[in-house]
């Protein structure tokens, strides 16, 4: 049971890490939305957006189905993103983490990224990745402020997922490489 725990720190200590360091800038950024339908309700703050959506704002980028984007009262700026994608796609989002070209990659069906928490959920056939390290569950959740992350899979009771049959988080990390040693 201890290696357990001991290999979920180094596993959060590897993802998590550069996660924290997320570019500010892209919150600075204005959002870029493609979609094929809108419905924008400027008294409740909130917008969905309807047939292959595609979202920019700086490196943030985000397609789906469907997208639904609501703000704060007290700022008038978004604060929190729903996306959803259909039975046959899933959906995405992306953000470079850092300034040498560090990426945050992830699917599932459903996605909700709360920009004023800094936390990334995927639901649904979820899978991560970044750098070579990868995550595959039914749910990852991934804050970014404190570089830490859950995930689990369905209950035995609930059908199995595609990635991983067995019902069960899979991880793969790579190796660090060994910094040179000052002389």
Do not use: W
Not at 85 to 106: C, E, H, K, P, R
């Amino acid at each position: 049971m201890n290696k357990i725990v001991r290999t979920l720190f180094l596993v959060c200590s590897t993802l998590g890490a550069n996660i924290s360091q997320a570019l500010p800038e892209d919150s600075l950024q204005a959002i870029e939305i493609e979609a094929d339908s809108a419905f924008i309700d400027n008294d409740k703050g909130s917008a969905i957006y309807i047939g292959n959506v595609k979202v920019n704002q700086g490196t943030i980028l985000i397609s789906a189905n469907k997208l639904t984007i609501t703000s704060s009262n007290e700022t008038n700026k978004y604060d929190k993103i729903y996306a959803k994608g259909t039975d046959t796609q899933v959906a995405n989002f992306s953000q470079q983490l850092t300034a040498s070209g560090d990426m945050i990659i992830s699917r599932g069906n459903r996605i909700f990224y709360d920009s004023s928490q800094s936390i990334l959920e995927v639901e649904g056939e979820s899978y991560i990745k970044r750098g070579e390290d990868e995550i595959m569950a039914h749910f990852i959740r991934y804050d970014m402020t404190t570089g830490t992350f859950e995930a689990r899979n369905k209950s035995k009771g609930s059908s199995e997922i595609k990635q991983n049959k067995k019902g069960r988080v899979s991880m793969t990390l790579q190796p660090q490489s060994e910094e040179p040693k000052a002389e």
